[in-house]
């Protein structure tokens, strides 16, 4: 299986300011034929199911702000809020599709400093 | 309007079996697989495998392989999931969400599933 590590697991940032979360894969998700991270990012707040946010490792979801936005290939990936905003208190999964079993990352809970 | 709902909580003994199912609309549940996850409490989530609707063809993930039966009804556009042999290590949120070769787009609201003698 492949091992899906975030950092950090938890931050506090204050509105407005930059939030940026790491996720790091064991292999490569960059599959060469089509030159294509199968990386996603989702939101996950209490009582809702997870909300899928940026795939490909930088293609934003229909609907989701621009503040947020993701980057990386390979191994190594980020997820950036630009401007954190209220709403944006949650728990951050990366999640790989590039084998199964899918697996995500443990989680990164941000929260308002 | 495009979404997934799911049968509601359920309380069972260990060593019972639930089928949880998941209802789509929105003329979404041919378009692609779907798949079911998983989350116990405080955990991260946990991918149980996948269904093509249209095929019935199915993945599941090794750790629930000869527990887990993912099946569908297409003339009610309903997909299900049954997960056998319960313990108590199965108390969690069970997902579905539409998405298997991609990632989940959409998803159903979640059903707790408690297992508890």
């Known amino acids: 299986d492949i091992v899906m590590t975030q950092s950090p697991d938890s931050l506090a940032v204050s509105l407005g300011e930059r939030a940026t979360i790491n996720c790091k894969s064991r292999q490569s998700l960059l599959y060469s034929s089509n030159n294509k991270n199968y990386l996603a990012w989702y939101q996950h707040k209490p009582g809702q199911p997870p909300k899928l946010l940026i795939y490909?490792?930088?293609t934003r979801e229909s609907g989701v702000p621009d503040r947020f936005s993701g980057s990386g290939s390979g191994t190594d990936f980020t997820l950036t809020i630009s401007s954190l905003q209220a709403e944006d208190v949650a728990i951050y999964y990366c999640?790989?599709?590039?084998?199964?079993?899918?697996?995500f990352g443990q989680g990164t809970k941000v929260e308002i400093k | 309007q495009v979404q997934l709902v799911q049968s509601g909580a359920e309380v069972k003994k260990p060593g019972a079996s639930v089928k949880v199912s998941c209802k789509a609309s929105?003329?979404?549940?041919?378009?692609?697989?779907i798949s079911w996850v998983r989350q116990a409490a405080g955990q991260g989530f946990e991918w149980m495998g996948w269904m093509n609707p249209n095929s019935g063809n199915t993945g599941y993930a090794q750790k629930f392989q000869g527990r887990v039966t993912m099946t569908r009804n297409t003339s009610i556009s309903t997909a299900y999931m049954e997960l056998s042999s319960l313990t108590s290590e199965d108390t969690a949120v069970y997902y579905c969400a539409r998405g298997g070769k991609t990632p989940g787009d959409y998803w159903g609201q979640g059903t707790l599933v408690t297992v508890s003698s």
């Open positions: 999640q790989q599709y590039f084998t199964t079993p899918r697996t």
């Open positions: 929105g003329n979404i549940f041919t378009s692609n697989e």
């Open positions: 490909w490792a930088s």
